[in-house]
């Protein structure tokens, strides 16, 4: 059952539009950067400042880094069946 669900998952990114497959990649590098920002927050904490303001600013750019990936996704994928629909 998640087997067919991953691989229609796969399907589905495969076959995406240039532009919208090139919009998907921009934003995942932006995400990527957010959660690298969000790991040195939290080395920080770990190694130099042991502040609960510095974990929770380091917690909270981790969480949007995750949902902004997350909803890059899904409008990567959105975008491209409403624009195969319409055609």
């Given amino acids: 059952m998640i087997k067919q669900i991953f691989n229609k998952l796969l399907d589905t990114l495969k076959n995406l539009d240039k532009q919208i497959l090139k919009i998907l990649n921009y ?3 932006f995400c990527f950067g957010i959660l690298i920002l969000s790991a040195v927050i939290l080395v920080t904490y770990l ?3 042991h502040s609960d303001f ?3 600013i380091g917690l909270l750019t981790f969480q949007i880094g995750i949902c902004f990936i997350a909803e890059f996704f899904a409008s990567a ?11």
């Fill in 27 to 29: 934003g995942l590098r």
């Fill in 47 to 49: 190694f130099f400042l």
């Fill in 54 to 56: 510095v974990f929770q």
């Fill in 77 to 87: 994928i959105t975008v491209d069946t409403i624009s195969k629909q319409q055609i």
